[in-house]
């Protein structure tokens, strides 16, 4: 797992070279929002219903957005392909939603009706999470710690891996600088 100062990428003090997913150069630069999970101790709320759960996780999340994210052709291709299978999902959930629903009107005898709405109502959901899991902080593959103070990249290429521990490696260096120079301890 990489580990990237938070500060870094909120004060656009640091950007990679490289999109953190595939390694490649860019191909366009983006806003990306990266967030932090969901406390464990949050999902029992989900038993006092969702609204509960989502305010209380939206509360207690830590967000940081980079303005200039780097993305290569293939995660622009990663994101074409969510958005449009969780529209289409949407789109066809609430098709096959509102078919279901005359058929069961117009029949109560059969139970193709009935299975149309619950199979309406599952693609429509799927859809709505395939749609999210769209955004380029996904993409990219970036939570922010619990703390807030680190973004961790869990599946990056080498090469992004590369470029982080060279930005760490030459920040150790001015540090160690500056504490000759000025003879204070780094902070």
């Known amino acids: 797992m990489t580990n990237v100062p938070a500060p870094w990428i909120t004060g656009g003090v640091w950007s990679p070279n490289v999109c953190a997913r595939h390694g490649r150069p860019p191909q366009s630069r983006t806003t990306a929002r990266f967030i932090s999970k969901a406390p464990g101790w ?6 006092l219903g969702a ?20 993305y290569c052709e293939l995660c622009r291709s990663v994101r074409r392909q969510r958005l449009f299978a969780g529209f289409g999902l949407l789109v066809g959930g609430l098709l096959l939603f509102f078919v279901g629903a005359g058929v069961a009107a117009d029949s109560a005898q059969s139970a193709a009706g009935p299975l149309a709405v619950v199979v ?3 693609a ?21 710690s619990a703390d807030g103070a680190w973004v961790q990249f869990a599946r990056s290429d080498p090469a992004f891996d590369a470029e982080v521990m060279a930005a760490i490696a030459r920040a150790h260096e001015l540090q160690a600088a500056a504490y000759q120079q000025f003879g204070q301890p780094p902070r």
């Open 51 to 70: 609204i509960v759960y989502l305010i209380v996780v939206s509360i207690v999340r830590k967000t940081v957005i980079a303005a200039n994210w780097p």
């Open 42 to 47: 949050a999902f029992p709320l989900i038993l």
């Open 120 to 122: 309406g109502l599952v």
């Open 124 to 144: 429509f959901v799927i859809g709505i999470v395939v749609a999210l899991r769209s955004g380029p902080g996904v993409i990219a593959g970036g939570v922010v």
